[in-house]
């Protein structure tokens, strides 16, 4: 059987040796208790990693930006969001149908807010008017592009919604994908953020797992939002545990994605398919297919015969991931596998 190379995202990876010794070895207990040792030790970890007083360790980055948004706001609360970010496009609406707040979702290009559009969005409560309380910020940006946003950027808007004594809120998911990108530690790209949220089933390769990081206060009341939306788990401490793996062994790491994805990108650019290499500045290459009148599907359906998966997005727009299963004599496979599906393509009446 041939091996299938998974592009479709960095959360197909299984996790390594590393990681299932220490599930097996972990020290546990129940955590809505407060009593896994091992959920205590990552929560330590990840809140000095990212320079906050706390942090939360639960299920799902949609988990995470869910109780971020709960603890941060009261029902019908304004809250600013990117209109092409994950909080506002794929948490099952989770904004209006568990939050209760009113999203009002701005263009920013490149993850990159427009400070006085932004700051136009902010209101006062009156009579009629909701107050603005919280502004979204997302760091690797876009649905399907993994930009980096620079940390001056995240600084500005913490600075402009602290003039207002609005919170700030950092969907951080591909945080560390930013990091090394710009070859800085993680903790600079969220000073001053009220609060960060990182996810360890991504370019970190865990089974299962989400950050939450803030001030101990903010944490205390996340830990009862999280609870209420029924993430309080019981003996986390073997999920905890490849987690603590991840962000000691695993980060540096993803600078391997980035070449790889950097020598796919220019490999396929080579091949016909529209690809902008400016965009491809972490792990995710979106690729436009309009140039060779190929649909997305058909595309990704005859990729798949030739052992190589990718994501179809658009109609002509397919998205390709690397992480830590995909090798650099992989990405040579890669475009030698697609070459022939092109040609199969081609042959086609
Ligand atoms: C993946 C992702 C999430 C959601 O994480 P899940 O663990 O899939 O729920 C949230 N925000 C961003 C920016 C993401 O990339």
């Known amino acids: 059987m041939t091996r299938i190379i998974d592009l479709r995202s960095d959360t197909v990876t299984q996790p390594t040796e590393r ?22 030790k990552l929560e330590s970890l990840s809140a000095e990693m990212f320079h906050k007083e706390a942090a939360l360790f639960v299920a799902s980055g949609t988990m995470a930006n869910q109780v971020a948004v709960l603890t941060l706001c009261n029902h019908g609360d304004q809250i600013v969001v990117q209109d092409r970010s994950h909080i506002f496009n794929l948490e099952v609406g989770g904004l209006a149908g568990t939050c209760a707040v009113q999203p009002r979702a701005i263009p920013a290009q490149f993850g990159v807010y427009d400070l006085i559009q932004l700051e136009q969005q902010i ?5 009629q008017r909701s107050p603005t309380t919280l502004i979204c910020m997302e760091n690797t940006f876009d649905l399907n592009r993994g930009l980096v946003v620079n940390p001056e ?7 402009l919604a602290n003039k207002h004594g609005i919170k700030t809120f950092l969907d951080g998911a591909r ?24 996810c360890l089933s991504k370019g970190l390769g865990c089974p299962i797992g989400s950050l939450l990081m803030g001030t101990e206060d903010f944490i205390t009341r996340a830990r009862r939002m999280r609870q209420r939306i029924g993430g309080g788990w019981r003996q986390a401490g073997i999920l905890a545990a490849a987690g603590i793996v991840a962000l000691e ?13 950097r020598r796919l990108a220019e490999g396929l ?11 491809v500045q972490t792990n995710i ?12 599907e058909i595309f990704c359906s005859y990729l798949t015969e030739f052992g190589v998966k990718a994501k179809a997005i658009g109609q002509f727009e397919i998205r390709m991931v690397t992480h830590k299963d995909v090798s650099s004599q992989d990405i040579a496979v ?5 070459m022939d599906c092109l040609k199969k393509i081609k042959d086609i009446p």
């Open 123 to 127: 209101q006062l409560a009156d009579i």
């Open 334 to 338: 890669v475009l030698e596998k697609t």
């Open 153 to 159: 950027h995240i600084l500005e808007v913490t600075q």
């Open 249 to 261: 062994e695993m980060v540096d790491r993803i600078a391997e994605d980035h070449i790889n994805a």
């Open 285 to 296: 290459i979106f690729c436009n297919l309009s140039p060779l009148r190929i649909t997305s």
């Open 19 to 40: 990681m299932r010794d220490a599930m097996r070895a972990a020290l546990v207990g129940d955590n809505v208790l407060g009593e896994d040792p091992t959920v205590s």
């Open 175 to 198: 945080l560390f994908n930013a990091a090394i990108a710009l070859d800085l530690p993680v903790h600079l790209f969220c000073e001053g953020v009220n609060v960060v949220a990182t």
């Open 269 to 279: 650019l080579d091949l016909g398919l529209g690809i902008d290499l400016s965009q």
